[in-house]
């Protein structure tokens, strides 16, 4: 858990979660740009954004980046869940491939 984008990359680089889960807006280093270089350091990271900003331009950024889900705020609970699922089912694939 990190309170901000620079916190966030450092926790990355010594834990090395499975899922990376983030809001966009963030002090210090915007979750994209955070998403980006994590994505640097592992292309296959699966990394889920969480935001309240509905614009193209983060949209087409995250795709860009490689973000696995997009998804807006406030989210109810079975989006939540459908999400996590979908990450979970994620990993487990890229674990089946060794």
């Avoid at 966030?8 to 963030?26: A, C, F, Q, W």
């Avoid at 509905?54 to 997009?70: L, V, W, Y």
């Amino acid at each position: 858990m990190a309170s901000d984008g620079k916190e966030g990359l450092k926790v990355y680089r010594k834990n090395r979660p499975d899922i990376v889960i983030s809001d966009i807006t963030m002090p210090n280093m915007c979750g994209l740009e955070m998403c980006e270089k994590i994505k640097r350091i592992n292309p296959n990271q699966i990394i889920s954004l969480f935001t309240a900003r509905n614009d193209s331009r983060s949209k087409e950024r995250a795709r860009e980046i490689g973000i696995d889900t997009f998804l807006l705020k406030p989210l109810d609970e079975e989006q939540f869940f459908n999400s996590l699922h979908y990450l979970a089912m994620s990993v487990e694939d890229s674990l089946e491939i060794f």
